[in-house]
Each structure stands twice: as structure tokens, then as C-alpha cells.
């Protein structure tokens, strides 16, 4: 558990670049600080590791005030995962990763083993290890960020905006990894973003912060959604935030319906047989996973996938309201389409039904 | 033509004096350089005293400075060590403000980096800053190298004998022979120390040969 109580940090100069700051982050979760540029972020991280000393307040890891302990020996327990990447040009990846077993005076041989096997749990192909980090993608790089962080297996995560560089495609991605990799391994981890969204899907709970470096809020995502302390708070979150609320909801007992489906290749006759004046039919694979929809009405010949549509989401059976609602919503034939967890079909709901279920829930208070 | 080939040795033996003076200073003078140059980068109110200060050493002319050594050295007026120090002395004039830069131009997220995972003091700066700063400090090196190859020929007029001594040597013979060989051998000399440096920077930074943005 880290725990910051009262913590102030003022530049020379005079910038309060944190105020008062007081903040649980308990072991094996993940704190998500967020707020706009400059509110301090960076800084409270670093007071943490102690490259920042707090003006005034204490910080206690463990119980222990860090102010006691010796700051190398601190850093050594907490991987860091600096903003921009901050990987040591001169040193290929493997060892970039071994940096923090070298210096905690492993040998050579099983840092870089542990090395290697970091780049495996971060998703980097073996044949990147002896490359130099200007030969790696920006995706890449960030992986070695964190797998460098991760090497000593440290209980304590630091990390600062380590997913801003790329772009969104490869930032979910790394995101969808990251919860992946924390739901195996339980580090505690306090993440900075300026990104809300990153905070709302990454953070067990999440620390808003004024300019200042004041505690606008430290909520869960979802109560942090259905609730916001203040204006600011609001603001910050942005639009559709009842919308974006459901993703923290599961939904649960939704009507079912059982849906027609033709395999892919099956000619125009049989879809326009089993469609049955239905506008819009389903298309599986052999699997009985969906692949989109069809009009087969408008078929000149087989099933092919140049015929299908699309734009349909597809939700998981047990997965959110939200993820059940954009289905329906997003379904050219409005039914939305449900799979179980091996991705086959189990049928179609009906945004109305989802609906009902959203009503029916009791309304979320703050806990 | 036929002079060259008619005293091969001497002009051998003189072109090993020459690169003997050129390169030890070099070698004083980057060891000398670095601490000095890490002082200036780190000390911000240090740098301008000192790069100016060292600066200022370059444009003492070197005639005068290889007869001022012996004055301030007790020296014989033939010994090499004059021009051995008077050349650190222009070396180290050099590359303080080189070794600064190239310790400037390390990124600073590189450094934050090091911090945040406990390398810091003098580990830091052998394992990070100063592999980092090789580049810059090779290119201060180059310059230097081949200066001082130029400035050696120069102790010729005091008789300490160097590739310079072919000049002072044909010139007061009238005879152009030497001369001419004395500045091919220094433009070969000054060539292959330049190259040498570059190899060996080449080889201290493989990362920088490869990838697009290095
Ligand atoms: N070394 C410093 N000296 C003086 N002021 C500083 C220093 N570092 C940061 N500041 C100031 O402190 C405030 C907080 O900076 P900090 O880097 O913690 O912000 P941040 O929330 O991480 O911002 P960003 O999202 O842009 O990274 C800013 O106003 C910044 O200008
Ligand atoms: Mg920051």
C-alpha cells in the first residue's frame, strides 16, 4: 500500500505543483492519476520514488516513510515507466530490460534470461532482442518500457503515461495487454494519463486532479461516471457519460432470441429461404461465429464475403450493458448479435430489451 | 622523388616523432577534458568561466606558447615535453566545451530514465552520459587531432626535431624537395589519425549506425 498523506510540492520559483494531496493506493490495484497538463501528475509520481522530495507531507510505502529509506535501493522495488519511453539508446532491448537485475547485481546470464523472458510476457518476438531501440516501432519501444520495468519483478508499478506516444489502434491494444498482464501478476500500480478514457478503463479506481495539484475526486470509474464530485469533475469526464457508465454494468438475465443464420457460401436461394421476409440475415462461419449481416434480397448470387455488412458490434453474453446496448444499436437490422465466451452465436437482443434491463437496475449510488 | 627515396629512414623516424607529439596530448587532453567539461555541464555558473577561460588558452599562438613553456616549466628549450604540454593545453582548450555539449545532447528522459531505476552518481555517468556523449565528443576529437598534427610542425623552429623539420630544414637550403614531402607525410599523418577516430567512435556506437532516426 502507498499511502501519501498531506503531500505538498512547491517548485523553487514558487509553482504549488501539488497541494495537500492525500491518497490510498492499495496493494495489487491499479491508481490511475488523471488530469489536465501540468496538474501535477508527473510530479506526484516522482515523489513517490523519491526523484521529486515532497515540500512538505509524508509518504509511506508499506508503512514505511520513504523519507527513511535510501532512495536507490527505493527505485531498485519500483519499476518506472517514464513518459516518452526514456530507453537507453546505446543498449540493444534485452539489455534495456536487464538494466534493474544488473544493477541488483544478478548475473549476466540470468538477467538476460529474465530479459527474455519479459520481452515473451510483453508480446516482443525474440528476434527483437538484439536490435537497438531506433530500430523498434513506437509500439514496441513502450513494450520495452514496461518490460524493463517489470524485470525485477518489483511489487510497485510507476508509470507515466506510458501509452500516450502511440496511436489508438496500438494504445488499445497495449491497454487490453496491460489489464491482461496485471490480472496475472497483482503489481500495485499508480498509472498517469491525461487521457480519461485510459483512466476510466485501466483504473480500479481513479484520482482526478485540479491544476494545483489538488484531489478533485478518487472514485471507482464507474461511480466516478455516475457521480462526479463537482463541475470540474464533469467537465473533465465529457460527454455520454451515462452511456459510457454501462460498460461498468454486467448485463445480466437479457431476453434472448434464437436467430436464423446461413454459413458463408450458402447460395442466394437458401438465405432468402431462411431469411423468410426478413430484411437482414445473419452470416456465420463454420464455427457458428458471426461474420456480418446480409440483405437477401438483394443477393445476385452465393454468400460471399464481398456481399456482407459489417457494421455490427457483437457482445459477449455476461459482458456489459454497454457492450449489449452498441450491438443492438449498432446492428443494421437493430437486432443485436450475443456470442458466448468461444465467440459462437448464442441469438439477438433488442436495444428495448437492454433498455428495460438499464431501468431496471437500481440506481448506482456512491459507495 | 629521388630525395625521398634517399633518406626513407629519417623521414620515418621524424614522422614517428611527429604522430608521438600529436597523439599523446590528445590522449592527456580528452582525459583531462572530461572532468572538466562534466564540471561546466553540471555546474551551469561554471560553464561560461570555463569554456571561455579554456577558449582563451586556443588563441595564445603556439610559437609563443612553445617558448613560454620552458619559462614556466624549467624545461630545456629542446625537451618534446614542451610541446607534449603546450599541445594538452590547446587539446583540452578544445574539448571542454565539446565534452559539455555531447553531455548536454544526452536526452534528458534517457537520464530521468537511469534515475528512476537507481543508476545514478559516477555509475550513471560511465554507463549512460558519457557512452551517450561519444558521438559529439569524437567529432571535438577529430578537430583536435588534426590541429594538433598542424601545430607540431610548428616546434620546428625551435629545433625539436618532427615532420617540420623537412620545412625548416628545405627552406633554408632552398630546396623544395623535403618540403614537399614533409607536407604529404603531414596530410597523411593528420588523414589517418582522423581516420582512426572515426573508426573507433564508429565502433563505441553501434546504435547510432543503425535505424532511420539515430
Ligand atoms: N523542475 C521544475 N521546476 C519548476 N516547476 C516545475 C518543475 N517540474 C514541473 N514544474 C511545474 O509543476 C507543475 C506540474 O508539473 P507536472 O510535470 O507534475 O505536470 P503533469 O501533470 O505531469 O503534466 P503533463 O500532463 O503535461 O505531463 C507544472 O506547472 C510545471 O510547470
Ligand atoms: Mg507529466
Redo the contacts with the bound molecule.
Keep these: 500500500m502507498i499511502a501519501l498523506r498531506e503531500v505538498t510540492?512547491v517548485?523553487?520559483?514558487g509553482?504549488?505543483?501539488?497541494e495537500g494531496l492525500s491518497l490510498v493506493m492499495p496493494t495489487g490495484q491499479i491508481t490511475v492519476?488523471v488530469?489536465?497538463?501540468?496538474?501535477?501528475?508527473?510530479?506526484?509520481?516522482?515523489m513517490i520514488n523519491r526523484m521529486?522530495e515532497p515540500t512538505s507531507g509524508t509518504i509511506e510505502v508499506d508503512g514505511r516513510d520513504t523519507a527513511s529509506l535510501n532512495p536507490g535501493v527505493l527505485r531498485r522495488g519500483m519499476g518506472y515507466v517514464i513518459?516518452g519511453g526514456g530507453l537507453f539508446p546505446h543498449r540493444t532491448v534485452l539489455d534495456n530490460i536487464a538494466t534493474v537485475p544488473l544493477l541488483l547485481g544478478w548475473d549476466r546470464r540470468r538477467a538476460r534470461s529474465v530479459a527474455a523472458e519479459q520481452m515473451e510476457r510483453v508480446g516482443l518476438a525474440s528476434g527483437l532482442a538484439k536490435r537497438y531501440p531506433n530500430e523498434l516501432s513506437g509500439g514496441q519501444q513502450q513494450r520495452v518500457g514496461v518490460a524493463r520495468a517489470l524485470a525485477a519483478d518489483p511489487p510497485v508499478m510507476l508509470m507515466?503515461?506510458p501509452f500516450s506516444a502511440v496511436d489508438p489502434v496500438v494504445r488499445e491494444q497495449l491497454q487490453d495487454e496491460f489489464l491482461r498482464l496485471q490480472a496475472e501478476l497483482g503489481k500495485t500500480i499508480v498509472f498517469?494519463t491525461?487521457d480519461i478514457d485510459e483512466a476510466i478503463k485501466l483504473g480500479d479506481q481513479v484520482a482526478v486532479?485540479r491544476?494545483g495539484?489538488a484531489l478533485a475526486q478518487l472514485a471507482a470509474p464507474a461511480e466516478l461516471l455516475a457521480d462526479p464530485a463537482d463541475d470540474f469533475v464533469a467537465d473533465f469526464l465529457g460527454r455520454d457519460r451515462g452511456y459510457r457508465g454501462l460498460a461498468f454494468t454486467a448485463a445480466p438475465d437479457l431476453p434472448i432470441a434464437p436467430e436464423p443464420t446461413v454459413v458463408l457460401g450458402a447460395d442466394g436461394d437458401t438465405a432468402r429461404l431462411t431469411a423468410a421476409g426478413r430484411g437482414w440475415l445473419l452470416v456465420v462461419d463454420q464455427a457458428d461465429a458471426p461474420l456480418g449481416w446480409v440483405q437477401p434480397t438483394q443477393l445476385s448470387g452465393a454468400v460471399t464475403r464481398e456481399t456482407l455488412h459489417r457494421g455490427g458490434t457483437v457482445a459477449t453474453v455476461g459482458g456489459s450493458l454497454r457492450a449489449a446496448l452498441d450491438a443492438a444499436l449498432s446492428s443494421p437490422s437493430r437486432r443485436g448479435v450475443l456470442v458466448d465466451d468461444d465467440g459462437r452465436l448464442v441469438g439477438t437482443v433488442r436495444a428495448q430489451d437492454v433498455l428495460t434491463e438499464i431501468e431496471r437496475e437500481p440506481q448506482r449510488s456512491p459507495s | 622523388m629521388k630525395w625521398f627515396v634517399g633518406h626513407l629512414g629519417q623521414v620515418g623516424d621524424l614522422l614517428v616523432t611527429h604522430a608521438l607529439l600529436a597523439v599523446i596530448p590528445l590522449i592527456i587532453g580528452v582525459v583531462l577534458a572530461i572532468p572538466l567539461g562534466w564540471l561546466a555541464h553540471r555546474f551551469r555558473w561554471l560553464r561560461t568561466p570555463l569554456v571561455v577561460s579554456t577558449g582563451l588558452l586556443y588563441t595564445i599562438p603556439s610559437l609563443a606558447l612553445f617558448i613560454l613553456m620552458p619559462l614556466v616549466l624549467g624545461t630545456g628549450i629542446l625537451d618534446p615535453l614542451n610541446v607534449v604540454i603546450a599541445l594538452t593545453v590547446y587539446t583540452v582548450a578544445l574539448l571542454v566545451r565539446t565534452v559539455a555539449d555531447g553531455l548536454a545532447s544526452v536526452p534528458d528522459e534517457v537520464i530521468q530514465a537511469a534515475t528512476a531505476m537507481g543508476v545514478g552518481g559516477v555509475r550513471r555517468f560511465f554507463t549512460v552520459d558519457l557512452p551517450l556523449a561519444v558521438p559529439v565528443i569524437a567529432a571535438g576529437l577529430r578537430v583536435a587531432a588534426v590541429s594538433n598534427v598542424s601545430i607540431v610542425s610548428v616546434a620546428a623552429l625551435l629545433g625539436i626535431a618532427q615532420l617540420g623539420s623537412l620545412f625548416t630544414d628545405g627552406f633554408a637550403r632552398n630546396f623544395l624537395d623535403p618540403i614537399v614531402v614533409g607536407i604529404v607525410a603531414c596530410m597523411l599523418l593528420a588523414l589517418v589519425l582522423d581516420l582512426v577516430i572515426l573508426v573507433g567512435s564508429r565502433l563505441l556506437t553501434p546504435w547510432t549506425r543503425s535505424g532511420a532516426a539515430a
Design positions: 510540492k517548485y523553487p520559483g509553482t504549488a505543483a501539488v492519476l488530469g489536465p497538463s501540468g496538474c501535477g501528475k508527473t510530479t506526484t509520481l516522482r521529486i513518459q507515466d503515461e498517469v491525461h486532479l491544476v495539484g
